[in-house]
């Protein structure tokens, strides 16, 4: 029996909104005409894609570029215009299956900048960046500086792999100081993680602030307590979050390790990583606002795991850098071993340049 052809409405409501993942809606909407036109009437992709991920609510327009055609429609409107629903079906559907199922990777892009560093280059938020605590024999890490005082927080600001992200897994690893006696390691009590975008009012703050007043904070979590152990310590979210804006600041709350020499509280850390879905293929985030509201940017219809796959084929194993301090971290941790032979006389360093050599 076709229950959507033979029951009332509301009781097909209540059958097909038990579908819980996107994949099943996606087909139920391909049973015949009546079921695909009883979903997208009903906004059913938009409900689920809601339910799944409440954040979504914030979506105050779609912005779709695709087939050449821009235009714009307020998510959630009563016009009865098929078009629209069916425009905003597609959409939903789409963002719905990109944050369930794409490739769950690594999400951070870029380590912005550091509330403090106690050794510039050398002890960097770049070097948060790589798995490794020690390259050859140079240690990787970042360092705040030191305070008497176990109360002052440290920052860490990072920007993520596209404007929507879905946060799965949250890790930081403290840095042991294995040259130092004792072996310290440097922890806090507690690490506190936000997730949100820029101000786009940020012009006219500049220099007046630190540097994440700059950002909108969309999301803040709980206060994880922090281990005083050599180790990657995960940190689990109640559930899958959506970053919305693309950028992450960690904050470490709490000093509790010494340096022998100075006496003075530090917090190191070897390691930041961040584990996610980014849908920077599909969506991009358009106009946030402080209340959270923000325009939705369709990129591509395509199906977000396919791209992923793609794009996997084609990485570098080379990291791009983007500024000066990039730079001088990689070469202060990469010293290059040139040796440069001297002419025995000078013929022969005239004969040199004659021929091209230097």
């Given at each position: 029996?076709?229950?959507?052809?033979?029951?009332?409405?509301d009781m097909s409501l209540a059958i097909l909104s038990c579908l819980d993942d996107p994949s099943d809606l996606v087909r139920?909407?391909?049973v015949s005409r009546s079921w695909r036109d009883f979903?997208?009437?009903h906004s059913l992709s938009k409900k689920l894609c809601l339910k799944l991920f409440h954040q979504l609510t914030s979506v105050d327009r779609i912005i779709d570029t695709s087939n050449d055609m821009k235009e714009s429609f307020e998510a959630g409107s009563s016009r009865d215009?098929?078009?629209?629903?069916?425009?905003?079906?597609r959409v939903y559907a789409l963002l719905a299956k990109g944050c369930t199922s794409s490739p769950i990777r690594s999400c951070i892009a870029d380590a912005i900048i550091a509330s403090s560093t106690d050794n510039f280059p050398a002890e960097s938020i770049l070097n948060t960046l790589d798995e490794r605590d020690r390259i050859g024999g140079t240690p990787s890490y970042w360092s705040s500086t030191g305070h008497h005082k176990t109360s002052v927080p440290e920052t860490l600001l990072y920007q993520l792999k596209g404007d929507l992200c879905v946060i799965t897994e949250l890790s930081v690893q403290p840095f042991q100081a294995y040259f130092q006696p004792g072996t310290p390691i440097y922890s806090s009590h507690y690490v506190r993680f936000r997730l949100g975008h820029l101000d786009n009012n940020e012009a006219e703050t500049a220099g007046k602030f630190p540097v994440e007043n700059k950002y909108v904070w969309t999301y803040t979590s709980q206060e994880f307590p922090m281990a005083q152990e050599n180790r990657l310590q995960n940190f689990k979210l109640p559930e899958p979050v959506i970053c919305i804006g693309g950028y992450m600041l960690v904050e470490f709350l709490g000093r509790v390790q010494t340096q022998e020499m100075d006496g003075l509280y530090y917090i190191c850390v070897s390691h930041v990583k961040v584990m996610g879905r980014s849908l920077a293929k599909s969506f991009q985030v358009v106009d946030p606002d402080e209340s959270g509201k923000f325009g939705l940017k369709v990129l591509s219809y395509s199906d977000p795991q396919e791209m992923d796959e793609n794009e996997e084929e084609g990485l570098s194993p080379f990291r791009p850098m983007r500024n000066l301090e990039q730079l001088l971290n990689f070469l202060h941790r990469h010293p290059l071993d040139v040796e440069y032979v001297w002419p025995e006389s000078d013929e022969e360093e005239e004969e040199a340049e004659s021929d091209g050599e230097v």
């Open positions: 029996m076709d229950f959507v052809e033979n029951l009332d409405t139920a909407s391909a979903v997208i009437k215009d098929t078009r629209v629903l069916e425009r905003e079906h």
